[in-house]
């Protein structure tokens, strides 16, 4: 069964500090593709960043970058340079191409420090 | 640029009444999808759709149905509201296409069953 783990439900960060937030998931479709989604307190969700399977190289955005491990099947996102702005629920989630649904995670809380 | 827009933004409601929570985008989007996320959680897809007079269920669709009579519009019916429905409610759409694409989600709308 496909599956999205995120073992961290919540986080706490210094200000200016970069911080990873852990995204596993469970396949057996060669072919996938795997969001970073952010959902400040106000409620929106918010795309960040996208990682197809067969991408050489990984995914950035700005600040945003996925550190992609094929093998062991994990979408790590990494924000550098934290700002109090990034204090926010973090959704990872994944899609096979063969279908149209997105699986996702049950999210990380990452609240940042001044 | 309006993008994914639902209306109501909070309801309350009483067991047993009957409401449609609206949802229409402006992006020319084939593919859409109503979520339901329950506090601390991630989204659990109920209905989509991949083109007007298409739609099929998702992972929780009992106690709701929708349609799809135009490419814009995917309005979600709570035919006799319960407590357990009380959530709030995500729309969004994509061009499903391109697998690459994120989808794009409205503002939410907050429902309470009392």
């Known amino acids: 069964a496909q599956k999205i783990t995120q073992t961290q439900p919540g986080m706490f960060v210094q200000e200016k500090e970069a911080v990873t937030l852990d995204c596993t998931y469970d396949?057996?479709?060669?072919?996938?593709?795997l969001f970073w989604y952010k959902q400040p307190s106000s409620g929106e969700m918010i795309f960040l960043i996208y990682q197809g399977s067969y991408d050489e190289q990984n995914a950035t955005e700005g600040r945003y970058s996925l550190n992609f491990q094929k093998a062991r099947k994990s979408a790590n996102l990494v924000i550098s340079a934290s700002q109090l702005g990034d204090s926010a629920m973090y959704f990872c989630a994944m899609r096979n191409y063969s279908n149209y649904q997105l699986i996702w995670g049950a999210g990380t809380k990452l609240i940042i420090k001044p | 640029n309006a993008g994914v827009t639902q209306t109501p933004k909070f309801r309350i409601l009483k067991i047993g009444q009957s409401m449609t929570l609206q949802c229409t985008q402006d992006?020319?989007?084939?593919?859409m999808y109503w979520y339901r996320q329950d506090p601390g959680m991630g989204l659990k897809l109920i209905y989509y759709s991949v083109g007007a007079g298409i739609t099929d269920k998702g992972e929780v669709p009992n106690g709701y149905n929708v349609s799809r009579s135009t490419t814009e519009d995917f309005p979600l019916r709570l035919e006799l509201a319960a407590p357990s429905q009380t959530s709030v409610y995500f729309c969004?759409?994509?061009?499903?296409?391109?697998?690459?694409?994120?989808?794009?989600f409205g503002d939410g709308t907050r429902l309470s069953i009392l």
């Open positions: 992006m020319n989007h084939n593919y």
């Open positions: 396949t057996s479709d060669q072919s996938y593709g």
């Open positions: 969004a759409s994509s061009y499903q296409e391109y697998s690459n694409q994120p989808q794009h």
